[in-house]
């Protein structure tokens, strides 16, 4: 079951997310439904990186390696076997989130502070980039190669709408169960051993509650999310290329994202990845300073926005409406 | 000829390896005094390489533009330092450490951005210091010259830690920071007049580099990447550590370059990062 508030906030989202497909496409612009698929695609990711990062210190820089993993497990193995790649997903989602929890586990076992599996994180994600593009018998290298095992071109056939748009659906839905299954989590009883673990993993330990069990979930569980994403936006692509998994590519957009929307917070995911991907389009204009500005924005953010827009609208919120139903004010839980 | 050839990369790994002690020394110098991990030091590289190009173009001198170039950094690292780096330094212990992460990430990403939009092609300097042969054994150019740049340039670094008031002053920060207070030293200047030498050495190791290949915006990644694996290997608030792990890495992994090719090469460097940083994660913290 998942807290009352938080099934409202994710039903208003579908519903507000839910037409978006049909209505762009209307007109036959596939150019504003990519928009859209990357939206969902990052909104996703950033859910991920939400419970590894924000809600157990896990600064995961890996997360291009992850959805790299994912999708060339799923890719590869479902033409090496011949079967669809549907079969092959959750193969690329248990990949990546067995990746996941082994660095969760070792950075756990070993007391890593938060700089050191950054550290870490960041070299496994280089290393993976060197080996997709350098195992080119493979991978294909840095051309890649074409993939569309998980077109839904039946669904779509049956329906009788396009198929990108029917795979709209299919990625909006990987993010309202995402939405779903993080409100259970944070409900749960881990959702608390989260909580306590983060603010003290020393009195956390004395408490009875297993720190390393606790860390290895929250990062397996990430990655496993990332993996089965990143091999969803490969056949939003339609192509498998190693630069789509680049450090700069996924893990600096999703971190920006993540800290703009708002740290444990639901919708704070969802909010971020939606301005970052609105702004990059405003930015399109004077596409060349995108980059540029993307790096100021994560100085500004970091330096004096840290609480997200989320937490910020919620106080402004409640302020204005004051304390008419009090009971759900100033909770932490938006 | 197997000798030949042997002494030959052991060679250009040990300039390699000069290089990657500047580098490692510039973050660990940084890391040491003020827990920040600049992620930004290949962008200052690239810059020295972009303006040094530029200058020398124009004034028709290399070592003008390479002047020019150190200036330029030295100039944008003071900015920085009095700029976003004292924001960071308001913050305290793991939380500065992970402001200094992702200030001087931003920092990176905004500079290679306005890069990538004013200079996009690829520089290099022509140098032009001859080849030498010697018993069978060829030594390039670009070898000697890193040789001759590097290892003097590491040798004032340790010159002015060890044997000035300054230097001294350093390393009393490093050491304990209250004690250096009472002593009359001022951290917060010490820090600016590292952080200032740290670029000036990321400079040097960019120049080196553009000497023997050729530079991109994309490089400043790279070598920051570099940078910080030497400083990890190295201990990473050990200054003299960081110089023999980028000896020791420089040809290790010049050997592999020429023995697995460059992707395996790289893969082996991260994974000894790796290595490293799960057998010793207390080390940086």
Redesign the interface.
């Known amino acids: 079951m998942i807290p009352a508030a938080d099934a409202r906030r994710i039903a208003a989202v579908t519903a507000a997310l839910a037409p978006v497909p049909l209505l762009v496409t209307a007109g036959g612009a596939t150019y504003q439904l990519r928009i859209f698929v990357l939206f969902l695609v990052f909104a996703t990711f950033t859910v991920a990186l939400n419970v590894a990062f924000a809600h157990t210190d896990q600064l995961f820089l890996f997360l291009g390696a992850l959805a790299g993993v994912g999708a060339y497990t799923t890719a590869l193995t479902a033409e090496a076997v011949g079967i669809t790649a549907w079969a092959t997903l959750p193969l690329g989602a248990v990949a990546a989130g067995a990746l996941g929890a082994v660095v969760s586990y070792v950075a756990a076992r070993r007391g890593m502070t938060v700089i050191v599996l950054a550290i870490l994180t960041l070299s496994v994600q280089l290393a993976a980039m060197e080996a997709f593009v350098g195992m080119r018998d493979v991978t294909g290298g840095s051309t890649g190669f074409p993939f569309s095992g998980l077109s839904v071109d039946f669904v779509a056939d049956a329906v009788g709408v396009d198929q990108r748009v029917a795979f709209a659906y299919v990625l909006l839905g990987l993010l309202v169960a995402s939405l779903v299954g993080y409100s259970r989590l944070r409900a749960s009883r881990w959702g608390t051993a989260f909580e306590v673990v983060r603010q003290d993993p020393v009195a956390a330990e004395a408490a009875g509650i297993d720190v390393v069990r606790t860390k290895v979930l929250a990062g397996f569980l990430a990655a496993a999310l990332v993996g089965t994403t990143g091999a969803l936006y490969v056949q939003a692509d339609g192509y498998v290329l190693p630069s789509a998994f680049a450090f700069q590519a996924i893990d600096v957009l999703v971190l920006v994202m993540l800290v703009l929307g708002g740290s444990r917070t639901l919708l704070g995911p969802v909010v971020g990845a939606g301005a970052i991907v609105l702004l990059d389009e405003l930015l399109g204009e004077v596409g060349q300073w995108r980059t540029a500005a993307l790096g100021v924005l994560l100085i500004v953010l970091f330096l004096s926005f840290r609480r997200g827009i989320v937490p910020k609208a919620r106080e402004a919120y409640d302020s204005y409406v004051g304390d008419r139903d009090g009971n759900d004010g100033t909770s932490d839980a938006s | 000829m197997v000798v030949a050839t042997g002494l030959e990369v052991a060679i250009d790994g040990v300039a390699r390896g000069l290089s990657f002690a500047l580098l490692g020394a510039a973050i660990t110098l940084v890391f040491g005094l003020g827990n920040v991990?600049n992620l930004a030091l290949g962008s200052f590289a690239v810059i020295a390489v972009v303006v040094a190009v530029a200058v020398a173009g124009a004034v028709g001198s290399v070592v003008g533009g390479a002047a020019a170039g150190i200036a330029a950094v030295a100039l944008l690292g003071l900015a920085v330092d009095r700029t976003?780096l004292s924001?960071?330094y308001r913050s305290e212990g793991?939380e500065r450490?992970?402001?200094g992460?992702?200030?001087t990430?931003?920092?990176?990403?905004?500079?290679?951005?306005?890069l990538?939009?004013y200079v996009p092609l690829t520089y290099s300097i022509a140098h032009g210091v001859p080849a030498l042969e010697l018993a069978g054994v060829a030594v390039r150019g670009s070898t000697l010259l890193t040789v001759a740049v590097a290892a003097p340039v590491l040798a004032g670094l340790f010159g002015f830690l060890d044997r000035t008031r300054l230097g001294t002053a350093t390393r009393t920060v490093v050491h304990d920071e209250t004690g250096a207070l009472l002593c009359g030293v001022n951290p917060r200047r010490i820090r600016t007049l590292v952080f200032v030498l740290s670029v000036v050495l990321a400079g040097v190791a960019g120049l080196l580099r553009a000497a023997s290949s050729d530079v991109t915006v994309a490089a400043g990644?790279e070598l920051t990447?570099f940078a910080?694996?030497v400083a990890?290997v190295g201990g990473v608030r050990d200054l003299r550590g960081t110089v023999v792990a980028g000896l020791g890495l420089g040809v290790v992994i010049t050997f592999a370059n020429f023995l697995v090719?460059a992707?395996?090469a790289?893969?082996l460097l991260?994974?000894v990062?790796?290595a490293v940083?799960?057998a010793r994660?207390?080390e940086?913290?």
């Open positions: 991990l976003l924001s960071v793991e450490i992970v402001l992460i992702f200030v990430l931003g920092l990176a990403i905004a500079i290679d951005g306005v990538f939009v990644f990447v910080i694996i990890i090719g992707y395996l790289n893969v991260f994974g990062a790796v940083l799960v994660p207390e940086i913290s």
